[in-house]
Nanobody, 115 residues
Framework: VQLQASGGGLVQAGESLRLSCAAS????????MAWHRQTPGKQRELVAR???????AYANSVKGRFSISRDSAKNTVYLQMNSLKPEDTAVYYC??????????WGQGTQVTVSS
């Protein structure tokens, strides 16, 4: 399984970005797909998750601003990020978990929000 993340960049506070993560390979029996983020010196944190049934969950810090969605036909998950803040600056990673216990990560995409 390979995850290819894209869509990061440099924006000003208040602007929007949409991240994409395309999954390829043997992608049956997925539990969920998620976006995490990490800044230097800090642990990676969960930003948003969407299950195979379509249920979603968000970190409190992004609720109301970020939205996770998926296109099952394209095996792609998206993270729409609105009203971005400087504290959203991080490397964003997509992740997928399988019922067989496997867990895969994408390569990360940098999001930088200037004030």
């Amino acid at each position: 399984v390979q995850l290819q993340a894209s869509g990061g960049g440099l924006v000003q506070a208040g602007e929007s970005l949409r991240l994409s993560c395309a999954a390829s390979g043997s992608i049956f029996s997925i539990i969920d797909m998620a976006w995490h983020r990490q800044t230097p010196g800090k642990q990676r944190e969960l930003v948003a998750r969407i299950t195979s049934a379509g249920s979603t969950a968000y970190a409190n810090s992004v609720k109301g601003r970020f939205s996770i969605s998926r296109d099952s036909a394209k095996n792609t998950v998206y993270l729409q990020m609105n009203s971005l803040k400087p504290e959203d600056t991080a490397v964003y990673y997509c992740n997928t978990r399988f019922w067989d216990g496997n867990n895969y990560w994408g390569q990360g995409t940098q999001v930088t929000v200037s004030s």
